[in-house]
């Protein structure tokens, strides 16, 4: 018996009509095909079984090589990967899904052994992130990285324009801007990993000059109302901080809006973290931006419903409960239990912990 709620209901994105409200949000697997970074048959059927989702977006995936900072995540750089993805998207149309790419620069948040001829990961500011990356079959601390140059900079912005036609040609029915979770376009936005004197350091609208920018090059590809953006204010992933998170997101969401983007993806809290690590208006971002709002961390239906029902959000995305649940829709609106995640098998491997949860429907009636 399904249960009351608008997370059930359709939703009008832009040009395309959701089936329901609930988003798969991206969630990083690992396992794209080692040194090509194509999308493999497995992913076709990962994304094919949770297309039951209102929207799909995909894992990040990097815009270039320089842009990748995790073993084995799949790119949207070359013709072998616009055609891995050709498969998955057809195989979500196929069963009546919808799915953007998230499209991603790792800027510090890399290893040198990801990077052509071992080179140092690019960042605002050549300061070295504390954290760790997923490489050579574990994790290592991150590398030292290089400030980019000023010169640099458009090439970057190129580089997500050139993603986002690859995209489209893809079957992709739109594309989110990774502007979240300490990566590159993060680190120029956030005063702590960015102290740059240039046209793109310093104050407020300097530093949220590379998001806006990217976005507008995205939004100039693929249209406005295909277009959407993560962001995350607070979240202090990736050794990511600001002096002052409500300006600097209070500016760029007016830029964002003035850009008319479709969404706008929040991660409200720290990052599969508490969602009340700092205090923050998210209703501000709400009010100034005029497309739809895609609330963001630790949502269970009751608290998406609530969320909804208050109009504080238009639509709710679910994180981990997606890798466990593939049919996560039928069970929430039947109040059927989830099956639990695998920790283990998150981050690479094969079929296990990817594409072998049960469904509701395979399962044994009691």
């Not at 993603?163 to 005063?191: C, M, P, R, S, W």
Request: neutral net charge.
């Amino acid at each position: 018996m399904s249960r009351p709620t608008k997370l059930f209901e359709t939703y009008k994105l832009g040009p395309i009509t959701l089936a329901n409200r609930l988003v798969m949000a991206p969630l990083t697997r690992n396992r794209a095909v080692p040194g090509t970074f194509v999308p493999g048959s497995l992913a076709a059927d990962y994304y094919g079984q949770r297309a039951s989702a209102g929207l799909l977006i995909t894992e990040a995936s990097q815009v270039s090589q320089q842009g990748q900072g995790y073993q084995d995540t799949p790119g949207i750089y070359s013709k072998d990967q616009v055609a891995g993805w050709r498969k998955v998207t057809d195989r979500v149309h196929e069963r009546g899904g919808k799915i953007f790419i998230q499209l991603w620069h790792v800027g510090r948040i890399s290893h040198v052994d990801l990077q052509a001829n071992g080179a140092a990961p690019v960042a605002p500011s050549a300061i070295r992130a504390k954290g760790k990356t997923f490489v050579n079959g574990g994790f290592a601390d991150v590398s030292e990285p290089r400030a980019l140059e000023l010169s640099e900079i458009p090439e970057i912005i190129d580089d997500f324009k050139r993603a986002t036609k690859n995209a489209l040609e893809a079957g992709f029915d739109g594309v989110e801007i990774h502007g979240a979770n300490g990566y590159l376009l993060e680190q120029f936005a956030k005063d702590g990993a960015n102290k740059r004197t240039d046209a793109y350091g310093g104050s407020i609208e300097n530093r949220a000059r590379l998001m806006l920018e990217v976005s507008k090059a995205v939004v100039a590809e693929a249209g406005a109302g295909r277009t959407g953006i993560r962001i995350s204010p607070v979240t202090p992933a990736n050794d990511i901080s600001d002096s002052n998170p409500q300006a600097l997101y209070d500016h760029i969401v007016d830029g964002l809006s003035a850009l008319k983007l479709v969404y706008l993806h929040v991660v409200e809290g720290a990052t599969g973290g508490p969602r009340d690590i700092a205090p923050f208006d998210y209703a501000s971002l709400r009010k100034r931006f005029a497309g739809a709002y895609v609330a963001n961390n630790g949502y269970d239906f009751d608290l998406a419903t609530k969320v909804l029902d208050a109009n504080a959000a238009d639509l709710i995305a679910f994180g981990k409960p997606f890798i466990s649940n593939p049919d996560l829709v039928e069970r929430l609106k039947q109040g059927a239990p989830l099956n639990d995640w695998d920790k283990t098998t998150f981050y690479g491997g094969s079929a296990k912990g990817y594409t072998d949860y049960p469904t509701l429907a395979a399962e044994p009636a009691e």
